[in-house]
């Protein structure tokens, strides 16, 4: 039966793409399906169509699948930021230890028989969060959620159950704040940034915010009991509405007596529980002793850098974000920790051929999504240190650059865990470790 661009129709969903979209193969031709579920019979609403593929929502389900659950937020289906609501928490996972075993075989990397998972409470965990907000008088004035799926939109939320439970109560709020505002139409977004002492907003705003306004912000921080600022160009400019009542937000890392502070502009992981149990798994992978030197790459505030240096003879962290890197030596201090260095280089840049690292033992690499294969050539052809600990937050970068330590025969995949830092979406962390071959 033929299949038109704008026609509803029958289909079966025979997978789930690495976005959460379910597979399904008409007349030749792959449809991803938003809203379907492997197994499943549904009706199929076009979207839009590419040469390749075609894009459709799953308008009815006739057939369920038994994995389906009900989600729990009313937004699900247009909010962009959960994608997979739908289906039950076990299975979740399941589909992103699929998707990093998929995208390791598609580089020819042979897996672990053991693969570990890593999971935390699958609601309430995102302590750092981009809020959009649009004035939109045709739609009731303010809105403030996060993006439609596919779209530049904003989804209203009332509440959130993925976000903070500090955040989760005022959303409602922000709306009619926002209202009071002299140029409601020129405040773009909230950044989001909770620690376990406190949680800031930080108001982007394309106008000069008048005394009235700064007034009204204020009143909104004592009422909620958050800690608001104020951001009129780059994250420098982030300035508190109150300076004598802001607190240095921070986390801890309870099995090593840590505390890393931050601020509000800071890059932390949104997800505090499994961060701490990224960071004990691979400080217990890479078990450094008191003759081994530790070098941790994109080392950020210094999250495993300090973990790391509490067993270790030293340990250096390279980090190209000078803001980053200067908090990370905050942060040394704030723990009276002396055999931890933190330098600033760009390891994505031409410097990388002049760097002249001393000998290090251990290896651990944090990159970003884009990876760290120009990262990675530096190592195993300057330093080429016992063991390589590798944390990832893109399977494909990711099975790229173990393809690219394990083809030269030098290093193995020796360990294998997934980590769900982003429940309720596709998003997946990898954690690994290499070691040398002998």
Known sequence: MAVSSKEVFRAQIQGLSHDGRGITRVEGKVWFVEGALPGETVRVKPIRGKRKYSLGIAEEILEASPDRVDPSCSAFGVCGGCALQHLNYPQQLAFKKTAVLDALRG???????????????????????????RFVPKKGGVLVGFRERNKSFVTPLPACPVVHGSVDHVLPKLPGLIAQLSGPDRIPQIEVAAGENGTALVFRHLMILTDEDLALLRDFEAEQGLVIYTQAKGPETATPVSPEAVPELFYTLNTFKLKIVFS????????????????????????????????DLFCGL??????????????????GDRTLVAQARTNAKVNNIDNVRFEVLDLYGESLADWDPEYFSRVLIDPPRSGALEALN?????????????????????ARDAAYLTGSGEYQLDKLAVADMFPHTSHVETCALFIRCE
């Open 378 to 398: 530096a190592v195993t052809t300057k330093i080429k240190p016992e063991m390589i600990g590798y944390v990832s937050c893109n399977p494909a970068t990711f």
């Open 302 to 319: 210094g999250n495993f850098s300090l973990a790391l240096a509490g067993n270790s003879h030293r340990v250096i962290g390279i980090e």
């Open 107 to 133: 580089f020819a990397v042979e897996p672990p028989t053991e693969i570990l998972e890593i999971s935390s409470k699958p609601w309430s965990y995102r302590r750092r969060a981009r809020l959009g907000v």
């Open 264 to 295: 509000v502009t800071n890059f932390i992981q949104v997800n505090g529980e499994v961060n701490e149990r990224i960071v004990e798994l691979v400080s217990d992978w890479l078990r450094p002793g008191e003759q081994d030197c530790v070098l």
